[in-house]
């Protein structure tokens, strides 16, 4: 089956809270192909080291590329730190992010604890893979 393929996105105020969550999830996600939108991957680039597709940033249609991707079959799970408190101008892109999320059946976190729960699905999806690989 190979890789699995994670999205990562964060409003502006969320940034932060993505490195520091992908750093301390490095262990399992170091062994996914991961996407994010263009700033979002840029400081994770910068920060961690770690290769990341990229895509244009949120508000110049990142958004939709990533959902074009969930639409294709591309991407298996999305974390997308949302920023409930501040009105964003491309909230009408951010709506149907996650409406493709819930169409196509797309495990979505938009905060750190159901992050977290994702991370779980994906570790486990990685043994399951492991434990077909060695049979």
Not at 79 to 96: G, K, M, Y
């Amino acid at each position: 089956m190979g890789k699995l393929q994670v999205a990562l996105v964060a409003h502006d105020r969320k940034k932060i809270d993505m490195v520091i969550f992908v750093k301390e999830h490095l262990d399992v996600l170091s062994k996914c192909d991961l996407y994010a939108t263009n700033t979002t991957g840029t400081i994770l680039e910068d920060k961690l080291k770690i290769k990341v597709t990229k895509v244009l940033s949120g508000p110049m249609g990142g958004d939709m590329q990533i959902g074009s991707m969930i639409a294709s079959n591309k991407i298996k799970y999305v974390i997308f730190l949302r920023d409930p408190l501040t009105a964003q101008p491309h909230e009408p892109d951010v709506s149907a992010l996650l409406r493709v999320c819930d169409v196509h059946n797309v495990p979505l976190a938009t905060n750190l604890a159901s992050a977290a729960a994702i991370i779980e699905k994906i570790i486990a999806d990685q043994n399951a893979e492991d434990s077909t690989d060695n049979s």
